[in-house]
Every structure is written in C-alpha cells, then in structure tokens.
C-alpha cells in the first residue's frame, strides 16, 4: 500500500522529529501489512521514537508480528502493544537496545509474553524466582531458551528505567546462579550414580561472586568436593570432577540457540594447570603455603552458589581468615600495583583509548582500589568485607576510610561506566568493553543512557569525564585518607583512626610508619599556601614512594627538600605545575643515598628536574663545564675557594647525571622505563668522565693562578686513564691518571720540575680537603715504575722510559690513555708517543700473550676480597668487567695496528670495531656487550643506593631490592636479579675462556 505524498511528506518529517535516522525505511515498514491496524496511532510512534533506537526497535517489531502464528495471536500482540503501556515500554524498549534479544523473539514469538507480567512496583527477582523460570528446562537447549527469556526481562526493567545499574548487575547474577544450579541438576540427572558418591559445592568469584555481573560475561567458579559416607576419596574426586566438567559443557557448549555464557575455572589453585575439583583441606594447604597475593584478592568475592551449599559455606569460613591476612604478606600493595600494571600493558594499543574495563580511568582501576582497601583494613573491620564494589566503596566511606566526597564521584563515575558496559554488551550479547567506533552504535548507546540532545558528543563528553575523576581518584584514594587523618582540617568527617592510618602504612612498605605518619603530619598540616599544595601532591608521591624499595627514605627526604625549599616560590610551583617534575623528584629521592644527599647539600637542583622534554636532565657538554668551572675559578679569591666552586658545580652536575640515570631506568608514569641500558651506561661514563675532567681542568686553573700567575714555568698536561681515560667512570670510581710535563723555552729543566711536582701536589691537597661532597680521588699509580716513580715526568721521560723498560702491563695499561685536562698539544703529542706501544705492528708474540694472561690471573686472586662470592663480583669475579676488558684489549694489542677502529679508548666502542672486522662474532660480541653492561649497572646501581662504591650486590635486604629496582626487577624478585646476572656472567665467561685463554 502506497501512502499520498502530502502523507509521506508529514509522515517522514514526524518520523524525523521522533529521532529516526532512515525514515524512508521507517516508512515502508508502518506501511506494511503487519501494522495496518496500528500505524496512525500516535502512541506507538511516541513509544518507538523513545527508544534507543527507534529503527532498530521497529524492525524487531515488525520481525515479531511475521513470527506470530495465525492472525488472532498477532492482534493480541497489537492489543495489549497499544493498550498496555508498561508492557509496550518494555518490549519496544528491548527491541531498540537490543538485536540479539530480537533474534530470539523472532524464534521465540510467544517468549513476549514474559514481559507483561512485570510492573515497577515489583520487588527485585531473587535467584528463586530465576530458579523456577528454568524449572521446565531438560536439556542445555531449552535451558538456553528459559535463560534468554529471563534475561529478556531483566533487560526489560533495565531499558526503561525500572532498575538501576547495581540492581540489574545483583539480577545477572542471581540469573546465573539459578543457572548454575539447572546445569548441575542436569548433569547429576545424567550421572546419579557420580551424583551419589560425592558433595560438590560450586563457588562463584569474579563478579558473579560479587553480585555484580555483565550481561555477557565469563562466569568464574570454583569447584569444592568430598567424599559422601565411607566412598573412596580419590573415586568421589573423579566424579565431582565429571559432574562439574559436564556443568561447564551445558553451560559453554554452542547448541542450536547458541551457547550460554562460559564457565571458566582457572581461578581455581594452580589455575589450569591444577586439578578442577579439589577437596576442603586440599584448598585450604594451597592457600596457606603457595598462594600470590592476587589469589586472597579474588577470594574478596567468593561466594557460594549451586550444589552442596553448607559445603561452600565451609569453604568460604575456612579461606576467610586467610583473606584478611593477605595485607601483611610482604610486597602486598607492590603486588596489587603490579598486578594492575600489567593488565594495563597487556592491552593492545589501538584498544586502550576504548577500554571501558581495564584502560586507565576504566572499571577496573576502582574495583583494584576498593579491594585494596579492603584487605588493608577488613581484618579488622567485618564492616568493610562486601564482596560487591559499590557496597564496599559505601563502607569505606562510611568508615573514615575513603572521602565522602571522593565516595561520592567514584560511586557515580562507576554506574556510569558499568551502564555504558552493559548496554554495548546488551545489543548483541557479546563480550566486550570496548566502546564502539561506529557513528550509529554511538548514538544508540547515548540515547540508551538518556543523552538525547547530539547523542554522540554528548556520550564522549560524559564517558571522558567520568574517566577523568576515576584516573584522579584511583590512586589519591588511598593515600587522601592518611592526609586528612594527620592533618585534621576538615572537623566532623569520619577519619582514619591512628591504628587504621599505621595499618596503611606498614601496607604501603612503611618500615617505621609512625616516623612516616609524623612527616605527614609535618608536611600536610595547616593553612599555609605551602601545606595546601603539598596536601595536593603528598596522594600522587605517596604513590611513588610506595613503588620504591625504601618509601621511608623517600618520604624523609621529600621533607627535608621541602624544609630547605618550602618558603621558595618556585618549589611548589614547579611541582604543582610541571607533572614530571613531582615524580621525577619522588623517584630520584626513594632511589637510595646519592641522589638525595647530593640534593641537600645543593636542594635548589630539584629544578633540574622539572624541564618537561627531560632537556633539563641532559649532560652537559665538557666544553660547557669547563667554561663553567674555569670562570668560578677567576672569581674566586684564592685556589681553595676556586676548587670549592669547582667542587659545587661538580655537586650538581653528579645530581643531574644521577637523576638522570635514575628516572631513565625506573621510567615515569608516562614513559614506562625502556631505556637501552647500554645508551644509560654510556650515558652516565661519559657524563662522570666529562664532569671529572673539567674539574681537574678548574682545579689546575686554580693552582697555576695563585702559584705563577697566567703561566706555568713549564708546559702540563693530564693524561686520563683506566676507566677515566675510556670515558667510563662510574659514580664512585678514582681517576687514574699520568703527569706529563715539558719545560717552557729557556726555563731550566730543574725549576720546570720542581713546578710540576708542585702543581700535582697542591692538586691533590686541595681535591682532598675534607668536603661533604662525593670525593674525587686523583690515582696516579699507572705511572712508570708505580708508586716508587715520580709523580710527574717530562715527555723525554716518558719516550726514554718506555724505549727501554716498558712492561707488558704497562703496555696493556696505554689503551686508556687519553688526554683530558692542560696543555692540549703536549697532549697530543704524549698520544702520538704511546701508538707505537699500545699498538705494536707487529702484534704480540706468544710470551706476551702470556704475560698478560698470567697478570690478570695474579690481579684477581689478589684483590678479590677474601669471602667475597666471585660469581657475584661485577669488577673481578667470572664474566665482570675484568673479564670482558682484558679480553677486548687483547684484541687490541694484536690487532690495533691493522683495524683503525680498535685505536679508542671506550671498551664498547673497541668491541663493536672487533665485532664489524671480523675479529669477534655477533653472537659473542653481544654476550660481551650485555656482561659489561650489566657489571656496570651493578657498580652505578650501588652507589646510587649506598651512598658509596661497591663492587658487589649488598647484602642489606633493603639496599638489594633497591638495586634490584633500578635494574629493572620488582618488589620479592632480588632472587631472580642475582641469578640473572650469574647467567650472563656466566655466559660471559665461556666466551672468554675462548677468546682470551684460547690459544694465542
């Protein structure tokens, strides 16, 4: 039938108005057969245009009406659709939410009639109501059937408002407990004989367990059984577990009408990989001796549900205690972190901007906090141990425990979000959490939520601020709560009672939380701008402290920062504004020793820390230290104040290559810590090596000046060497070096020596004047003849010296020399002088080869430290840098003469050559270049942590973990760092014993 276009014109403006988006198909479909009776009703059009989609809602209507068998059914269908509003509500409300609850009415036409039957007045359906609604299935088809038409209605009251979003959470799962419970009849009707041997409780977790279900979503069990009377324990085992597996089929199995939902098991000890049934005891030794902290957490929402509940009830009684106890497990709070973390990761990255569940600011970051604050505090308070989120969050709140206000958004933020969950989930009963992309699913899921006006703009604007308050609040939940219970401005709001703030701490890795409660207290209290915006910071650095191996260090030294710098404008301001500022300064000052002691002596470095590109961490250049260090140095009075200005810009620069290093290899909260280790290593030997050579280059400047005036009698240069001269000095490391000198023209060689020594003498006194400051020891024991030969010589010297009585070691000891400080050509022309020997043309004759060999075997045993574990020495022990350096020199020394790229002074650099001539293969130039690292890491990683050199791990538990943190190795896993570095050194070592004891 053809409608008029005067109609059609108006038909098609009124369908426009009522939010249809092809009116044309709209049309055709009123004007069909099935609606004669119908189409010019005004309600109807009402009724569909208040959908969420009223396209969608009027093609399943017209689909339902064609599925009608005979006429007299489809005008009972049209009667009660327009007399009956509460029913016509429902009905249009689901078939415009929902195509695949569509699909099943047009299979199920008469499935309809499930809606008429509930009104707004009526009470919540329990689990006993689903229960007989699934009474009359028989097999897993028609269950599947009852369960779509349970589910129908649920969404019924859902679409129209009759519920809210946590009660039609608590109905799923009651619907899938009553489920549950039908699968298992059914599967011990089809083995009464397993049925008889066995008590089999299911227990339900995740948010089954936690009465707050998806519309699709996995259900988590647990499986409990036992023997019934005297029957075999291991036989009643087996059955319980064929029953339980034939409950899980019923439920996951695709029939006909498509599968259920899946029953999944892997929450159970052991996850897959452990038996699915287990008995009471069984559960209750894995608990107490092998479980992660993650495992107390899911057991948060155990819950009995089907099969033999006083069992179930047992299981929970049982486990219960072990829950509560979870938080004094040590790591607890790192665990619960790092398990969050690495959800987050494991998100692929085209996803994570659509993650309603488990993105930043998503579903999960709530429900990960409130379980946290759960276990910290529940042992104590029954009040708190709701396994349903939004329940908790009340009695958190309620409790002191949370902010009422902070409750408040978070409780909103959450419906939120779980209503966008379940009605993406509710259009085609698939599992997902993603928003869609599609500009129609858009809008139908912003209208479903009753975002009317520009339906699309007005969803993302509302789903980025809730967002937005959940990544806020996430993490300044637990830690706002310790702030306000020290500080105490806000009087009549419930508060973390003195007890429940020092349980927080201990959770948070606090070793003396009374200490850190009263630096909270000093910190946060008053009205002062400066406490005001500390209050501000102190959640998010809380955070970042609890993240390190020492939060008491970092929160100690973030109040001695801010006592020196608190009346300073810019402090605050810097930290409250610039976001990597806040937390670089939280990691460089719970990272160890160094880092913070160097900040105290200069605090006003903390604004290196605050240039947001990471400019502000940068090395500078040896060029601009020197002209740095030599300008303080003609300011100064007299030698030992220019050395103590070069002593201060030496101070600061050691800060800024500290936190650096730091910050690269802990990364931030934006830029997760992936730094090549070889590019921070490499980072940090030239950055120390450029700083010490500009220092000794000031402190000559300085000695010349007040001795001579402008110039030397004689002409002075510094050769460095060792790792100085290889530019690769550690934090803690001495500066080798050699004097060279050369008498000016016309000076008499006497007087030009007597002014030599006594430049290298006042040196060394003034870099030895007892200091505050890192020292900076000047070792010039390489020199000819050691310690028994002059401190200085002239060039002749050194050619006469090394013509005649040069030996191997010092031979071997010339590849690190590298001129560094002084007279820049008499550098060179000390360089030019040493080639010839430290790359002889003709290489290395095999007694050589075997002198070196036979000095680095007497070096090790005797100056390894007697006790100390060799495989764990990263200087002298098998595979340390000894290994690795001595083995790259070798190649040096024979072949330096004919590879131009083996002429350097950098150990990396000289194996890479190596490598690219053929000299070494890929494989074990890398093995090399990873121990090397490595060896070097360990010897950066302790200083910065104890404040002094070491060549191994520590043994302090606390100083280990912090080493192994900044290598990269998480709370509880110091033991997996030490074996990890005696495998590569261990790696190292084999190679070695090829290229540097194999053969010649």
């Given at each position: 039938m053809t409608s008029a276009p005067g109609r059609r014109s108006s038909t098609f403006t009124r369908l426009l108005r009522h939010g249809f988006t092809d009116p044309s198909a709209a049309e055709r479909l009123l004007d069909g057969p099935e609606l004669t009776a119908v189409r010019s009703d005004p309600v109807l059009l009402d009724a569909l245009g208040a959908t969420a989609d009223p396209d969608l809602a009027l093609l399943g209507l017209v689909r339902l009406l064609e599925a009608q068998t005979g006429a007299a059914a489809r005008q009972e269908l049209l009667d009660t659709l327009i007399s009956a509003k509460p029913l016509r509500d429902r009905l249009l409300g689901v078939l415009g939410a929902s195509t695949a609850l569509a699909d099943h009415l047009a299979r199920h036409p008469s499935d309809w009639q499930a809606l008429v039957t509930y009104e707004p007045r009526d009470l919540h359906p329990g689990v006993e109501e689903f229960e007989r609604c699934l009474a009359s299935a028989t097999d897993p088809v028609s269950l599947r059937v009852a369960y779509r038409r349970c589910l129908m209605s649920i969404a019924a009251r859902d679409v129209c408002g009759t519920t809210e979003v946590a009660q039609t959470a608590a109905e799923l799962a009651d619907l899938a407990t009553a489920t549950l419970r039908a699968a298992l009849a059914l599967a011990a009707d089809a083995a009464p004989e397993d049925a008889a041997l066995c008590r089999l409780a299911v227990i339900a977790m995740g948010k089954c367990g936690g009465h707050e279900l998806n519309y699709v979503s996995d259900v988590d069990v647990i499986f409990v059984g036992e023997a019934v009377g005297g029957a075999d324990e291991d036989k009643a085992l087996r059955a319980a577990a064929r029953l339980a597996s034939h409950l899980m089929r019923i439920c996951s199995e695709t029939t006909v009408e498509g599968s259920i939902w899946p029953v999944d098991a892997n929450l159970r000890p052991e996850g897959r990989n452990g038996p699915l049934v287990r008995t009471l005891a069984s559960h209750l030794a894995y608990y107490q001796r092998w479980a992660k902290t993650w495992e107390f957490q899911a057991l948060l929402k155990a819950r009995p549900v089907a099969g033999d509940l006083a069992l179930g009830e047992e299981y929970v009684a049982a486990l219960q205690p072990l829950v509560w106890q979870a938080a004094e497990r040590e790591?607890?709070?790192?665990?619960?972190?790092?398990?969050?973390?690495?959800?987050?990761?494991?998100?692929?990255?085209?996803?994570?901007?659509?993650?309603?569940?488990?993105?930043?600011?998503?579903?999960?970051?709530?429900?990960?906090?409130?379980?946290?604050?759960?276990?910290?505090?529940?042992?104590?308070?029954?009040?708190?141990?709701?396994?349903?989120?939004?329940?908790?969050?009340?009695?958190?709140?309620?409790?002191?425990?949370?902010?009422?206000?902070?409750?408040?958004?978070?409780?909103d933020a959450y419906r939120f979000l779980r209503s966008m969950e379940h009605r993406i989930q509710l259009h085609r009963l698939r599992r997902t959490h993603l928003v869609p992309q599609d500009e129609a699913d858009l809008r139908r899921l912003g209208r479903s939520l009753g975002l009317r006006t520009d339906p699309v703009a007005s969803l993302h604007r509302e789903w980025r601020r809730h967002a937005s308050v959940v990544r806020r609040l996430h993490e300044k939940l637990f830690y706002r709560p310790l702030l306000d219970a020290v500080a105490q401005l806000a009087p009549g709001e419930a508060r973390l009672s003195a007890e429940a703030a020092r349980e927080r701490m201990v959770a948070l890795g606090y070793a003396d939380p009374a200490a850190a409660l009263r630096h909270l207290e000093a910190l946060a209290s008053g009205v002062t701008r400066k406490a005001a915006i500390q209050r501000t910071l102190l959640p998010v650095l809380l955070g970042w402290f609890a993240d390190s191996a020492d939060p008491d260090a970092g929160l100690l030294n973030f109040r001695n920062v801010s006592d020196a710098l608190g009346k300073t404008p810019w402090y605050l301001r810097l930290l409250r504004d610039e976001g990597a500022a806040a937390e670089n300064l939280a990691r460089v000052l719970s990272a160890g020793r160094l880092a913070p002691d160097l900040l105290m002596r200069a605090p006003e470095a903390v604004a290196l820390l605050g240039d947001g590109d990471g400019g502000g961490l940068a090395p500078r250049s040896r060029a601009s230290l020197e002209q740095e260090i030599l300008a303080a140095v003609r300011r100064a009075d007299n030698a030992v104040q220019g050395v103590t200005a070069a002593r201060g810009v030496r101070r600061r620069e050691l800060f800024r290559t500290s936190a650096a290093d730091i910050v690269g290899s802990y990364g931030t909260e934006s830029q997760p810590a992936e730094a090549d280790q070889g590019a921070l290593v490499d980072l940090v030997g030239g950055a120390v090596s450029d700083l010490t050579a500009a220092t000794l280059a000031g402190t000559l400047r300085a000695v010349v000046r007040e001795g001579w005036g402008d110039t030397l009698p004689t002409r002075f240069a510094i050769i460095g060497m060792g790792r100085f001269g290889g530019h690769e000095l550690g934090y803690g490391s001495d500066a080798d070096v050699l004097f060279v000198h050369e008498p000016r023209d016309g000076v008499d060689e006497g007087e030009a020596s007597r002014a030599a020594n006594k430049v290298v003498a006042e040196m060394r006194r003034l870099l030895q004047i007892p200091s505050a400051d890192p020292p900076l020891l000047v070792d010039a024991d390489l020199r000819p003849e050691g310690k028994s030969g002059p401190l200085v010589r002239t060039l002749k010297s050194y050619e006469a010296y090394y013509r005649r009585w040069s030996l191997a070691w010092e031979r071997h000891a010339l590849l690190r020399a590298e001129p560094v400080a002084g007279d820049e050509e008499l550098g060179r022309r000390f360089t030019g002088l040493i080639d010839p020997l430290r790359y002889p043309a003709d290489g290395l004759d095999e007694d050589a080869v075997r002198e070196i060999r036979r000095l680095k075997a007497r070096m090790e045993s005797e100056r390894l430290p007697r006790g100390a574990d060799p495989k764990l020495h990263a200087k002298l022990g098998p595979g340390g840098l000894s290994d690795v350096e001595w083995t790259v020199q070798l190649l040096q020394l024979r072949h330096g003469a004919g590879e131009p790229g083996l002429r350097t002074t950098r150990t990396r650099q000289a194996l890479a050559a190596a490598r690219e001539a053929g000299l070494v293969s890929e494989e074990h130039a890398a093995i090399l270049d990873e121990a090397w690292v490595l060896a070097t890491r360990v010897r950066n990683a302790v200083m910065l942590v104890r404040g002094r050199a070491g060549d191994t791990f520590p043994t302090q538990p606390r100083e280990l973990a912090a080493v192994g943190r900044y290598l990269g190795y998480g709370p509880g896993h110091a033991g997996d760092m030490l074996d990890a570095y005696r495998r590569t050194a261990r790696r190292a070592r084999g190679v070695v014993e090829e290229l540097f004891y194999g053969g010649v």
């Open positions: 790591n607890f709070v790192a665990d619960v972190q790092k398990m969050r973390r690495r959800v987050v990761e494991n998100i692929p990255a085209d996803e994570i901007d659509r993650q309603l569940k488990l993105g930043p600011g998503g579903l999960r970051d709530v429900e990960f906090a409130v379980q946290l604050l759960q276990l910290v505090h529940g042992r104590a308070d029954v009040s708190l141990r709701s396994g349903t989120t939004l329940d908790a969050l009340r009695a958190l709140a309620a409790g002191g425990y949370v902010g009422r206000a902070d409750a408040a958004q978070l409780d």
